[in-house]
């Protein structure tokens, strides 16, 4: 058993932003566009893509040169797609005990030199924030959404059981 908490964190992460992409992906476009009911800033079709493009951006930055960064944008019918290989990827650079990926500070395109440990505290703190924002805009329409915390998570993965009498 694999006892690297910085992975099991990221294991939950890609488990949470997949279960958020399902809970959406057949939602009307009216709902997938209306407007939100608090204070965040897009619908639900638009949060769902600035994660995942997110996501892609923080990879790209932990493993390319500034010169090489994509700026893409996933289509709204590729974002299960893009956020399970973008996930997959974060997970294989945080199981590597090596950690030669967080030895050199890195070159962001806006002008700053950033350590990568605040690349990887990002990823997981944004697609959180994210996914509630989510999750709230969905009760809004009265919709079911996910139960994403740690608890749910040690159960799908049986980290979490009953103790047998």
Not at 81 to 88: D, L, N, P, T
């Amino acid at each position: 058993m694999n006892n690297n908490i910085l992975v099991k964190i990221f294991e939950h992460n890609n488990w949470a932003n997949l279960q958020t992409i399902q809970a959406c992906i057949d939602l009307s476009d009216e709902q997938l566009d209306a407007k939100p009911q608090s204070a965040t800033l897009g619908s639900i079709r638009q949060t769902l893509i600035h994660l995942v493009s997110a996501q892609q951006v923080y990879l790209s930055l932990l493993t390319l040169p500034v010169e090489k960064r994509l700026d893409a944008t996933p289509a709204f019918a590729d974002l299960q797609e893009s956020a399970r290989i973008s996930g997959e990827t974060l997970l294989v650079l945080v199981k590597d005990e090596s950690g030669n990926f967080l030895k050199e500070k890195l070159q962001t395109k806006n002008g700053y030199y950033v350590e990568p440990w605040v690349i990887i505290l990002q990823a997981i703190n944004h697609a959180t924030e994210h996914r509630e924002q989510i999750n709230n805009m969905l009760s809004a329409l009265q919709l079911p959404h996910p139960d994403l915390d740690g608890w749910t998570y040690g159960e799908a993965v049986r980290a979490l059981l009953p103790i047998s009498k």
